[in-house]
Structures are given as structure tokens and as C-alpha cells.
């Protein structure tokens, strides 16, 4: 897409925000856990004592408050919405933040769900943001598409699984990324194993990992390989994600902060 074409849907920032960076965390399907990879590169960035924010661009299946354990609502007054902290310290923005019931559905038509994307970066303050994580809903449809045309992306993450048409699904999101200029930063597969607490051994439950090939295929680079581990769901479904201690991340994160 040409540069000037892009620039003409440009969301303004709050006038009262200050975001540093801005990453997209991407899927090409549904399941495959890339809210948990936005929620786990967060809480890895926050723990290097950087300004954290999560803008939750998943409208219609919101879930990053849940792993954070969020029940309050975000707070609103003349000049613009506030952004939840969780306990660590990162602000997140999300749906469930201002529906009165976050068990509400929202049945709104393309048009309104990328509308409130777009607001949520607008009209949201923002504070001192060193890195904000865009947790994007799966596919190339109308909100990804307002999210690359609107938000000053300075790159996006991929997620996958090791499942069977991944290959193809990735190639999809990477290419939309390519047309729209917009750097990709690297892969993360998800469920990629299962490792057997008894004995150590790792156990390929989804079928033969593909995602080297796809990376060096596609000239990217594996960011991390998370595996199966109920623990991950346990600390989600109790909304204390913040308090994980895997180091899949790490690697990653320090070469972002250099």
C-alpha cells in the first residue's frame, strides 16, 4: 500500500498519550493462543521495569482482562478514558473494561467494532507508554485491516500452532503484513509440545512442529516455541498471568529494549 494512502487513515493519538512503540501481536486463525503471547510479552516487558500498556483490539472476544484478573472499570471524565492498571503496573484498555456486564456480547457490525479500535487508541490516555501490545482478533478482516492502516505499528508478532493448514495460514498474515509495509518481528508457535513431568520427554501432541521451515521459508525468525502447560492455563483462569515464571520471552525482549 502506498505510504500517503496509509497515512490518510491515521487515528490521532490523545493529546495527553505518549506511546513509544507500538507491536501487533497477529494470528491467522482463531485458537492459537495469541492472547496469552500478548499477555506473557507484557508481563515480560513490565518485569524489565518498562510502561506496559495492552490495547485489547479484540472486540468481539475480549480476554486479556481475565488473564489479568481486571473486575473494574475504566474510568472516564471530560478529557478522555483511563486505561485499568493491572497489579504489576501494566494499563490495559479492553471491552469488558466499559461493558456494565463483561459477559455481554457484542453484535456489532464490522464498521463499529474497528470504529471503537480506533477510539480506544484516540480516546483512551495513554501515560508515558514505553511499549504497547496490540492484541489483534485472528485473521484479514475489517479490524486488523483499521489496526494497520491507523495505528503507527512498528511491527507485528505472528502466533501459530503446530496444526496442519498452519503453513498456509501463517503465509497469509505474514503477506498482509507485507503489503501494508509493515515490518514483522518474528513467529511464535504455541502448544508446539507437551513435556512429560515425569520423565522430561516431549511429546508433539499437535504433529510435527513446521515452524522452522515456515520461518526460514519465509526469512523469519522463531521468536519462542511455548509448550502445552496446564500451569499457563491455571494462572490465566485465576487472572494472575503477571505471576508466570517462564523465561520464553526473554531473549526476545531484551533485543527489543537494546
Known amino acids: 500500500m502506498n ?36 499477555s506473557l510479552l507484557a508481563v515480560t516487558m513490565r518485569r524489565r521495569d518498562k510502561k506496559v500498556g495492552i490495547l485489547d483490539a479484540d472486540i468481539t472476544g475480549p480476554s486479556i482482562p481475565k488473564a489479568f484478573g481486571l473486575d473494574v472499570k475504566a474510568g472516564a471524565t471530560e478529557e478522555g478514558l483511563y486505561p485499568v492498571k493491572t497489579k504489576s503496573g501494566i494499563d490495559v484498555m479492553s471491552i469488558n473494561l466499559i461493558l456494565d456486564n463483561s459477559t455481554d456480547p457484542v453484535i456489532w457490525r464490522g464498521p463499529i467494532i474497528a470504529g471503537t479500535v480506533k477510539q480506544f487508541w484516540s480516546d483512551v490516555i495513554w501515560e508515558d507508554i514505553d511499549y504497547m501490545f496490540v492484541d489483534l482478533p485472528p485473521g484479514t478482516g475489517d479490524v486488523p485491516l483499521t489496526v494497520f492502516q491507523s495505528l503507527p505499528l512498528d511491527g507485528i508478532i505472528v502466533v501459530a500452532s503446530p496444526q496442519e ?25 504455541n502448544m508446539s509440545y507437551f513435556k512429560c513431568p515425569s520423565c522430561g520427554e516431549k511429546h508433539q501432541i499437535f504433529g510435527e512442529s ?49
Open 3 to 38: 505510504q500517503d494512502k496509509k497515512n490518510e487513515f491515521a487515528a490521532n493519538l490523545h493529546e495527553k498519550s505518549n506511546v513509544k512503540k507500538v507491536i501487533g501481536v497477529v494470528s491467522g486463525k482463531g485458537g492459537v493462543g495469541k492472547s496469552l503471547v500478548t
Open 165 to 189: 493448514l498452519v503453513s498456509m495460514i501463517v503465509a497469509k498474515a505474514v503477506k498482509m503484513a507485507q503489503m501494508m509495509k509493515v515490518p514483522i518481528l518474528g513467529l511464535v508457535e
Open 210 to 258: 513446521k515452524i522452522d521451515e515456515i520461518a526460514k521459508k519465509e526469512g523469519l525468525k522463531v521468536i519462542a516455541k511455548i509448550p502445552i502447560d496446564p500451569n499457563i492455563a491455571n494462572l490465566c483462569d485465576k487472572g494472575i498471568i503477571e505471576m508466570y515464571n517462564e523465561h520464553w520471552f526473554d531473549d526476545f525482549v531484551e533485543s527489543m529494549d537494546k
